[in-house]
């Protein structure tokens, strides 16, 4: 009787580990802080913490890095067809992938293999030539370098409002030079 009892247990321990493996690991980046812009390269990275990455005969499970997007609150867009990346092994745990020329827009997400499962956070998209979708970011990422000049380089700049991905601000703090 209590061995009936040992061997139930641990068969309902096995099919609840068997149900709760996922092939297809959760995205961790993009999140919802990010923004992509059309045409850069950028990041996608997912945790493959506790995830079986090796198919039946040992070798390892690739998978699609796949674009998608909330419609509204009920349905969604993947664009499946067109992954970002395709073939990527999932013991990689990133890649980098060309952002697609897609409307700017705040609802984007990524998913791995397709699987709503799988979804990362929403995120968002700027597309400059067509920028209808949001205002410009608010804020400025600064990079400080430590040099004998104190210079600060803005990786991203807004001027008048208008958003300049390419343009290139120096700032001195002890002088009074500022180069555009």
Not at 96 to 123: C, H, K, M, R
Not at 155 to 165: A, E, H, K, R
Request: glycine share 8%; aromatic share 10%; proline share 7%.
């Amino acid at each position: 009787m209590a061995s009936m009892y040992l061997y139930s247990i641990a068969f309902l321990i096995a099919f609840a580990l068997a149900q709760s493996s996922d092939e297809n690991p959760p995205v961790i980046n993009p999140h919802s802080e990010t923004i992509w812009m059309v045409g850069t390269v950028q990041n996608v990275a997912w945790d493959i913490t506790g995830i079986d990455v090796w198919d039946d005969a040992g070798h390892p499970l690739t998978g699609k890095v796949i674009l998608g997007y909330l419609i509204d609150s009920e349905s969604q867009h993947l664009w499946e067809d067109e992954p970002l990346a395709q073939g990527i092994p999932f013991l990689q745990k990133e890649t980098e992938v060309v952002v697609p020329d897609v409307p700017t827009g705040t609802t984007y997400f990524i998913a791995l293999e397709g699987d709503s499962g799988n979804w990362g956070q929403l995120f968002t998209i700027i597309n400059p030539t067509e920028p209808s979708g949001i205002a410009p970011p608010s804020s400025l990422i600064v990079n400080y370098n430590n040099s004998s000049r104190d210079e600060l380089n803005f990786s991203t700049l807004v001027i008048d409002g208008t958003f300049q991905p390419e343009q290139h601000c120096e700032c001195f703090a002890h002088g009074n030079k500022a180069a555009k």
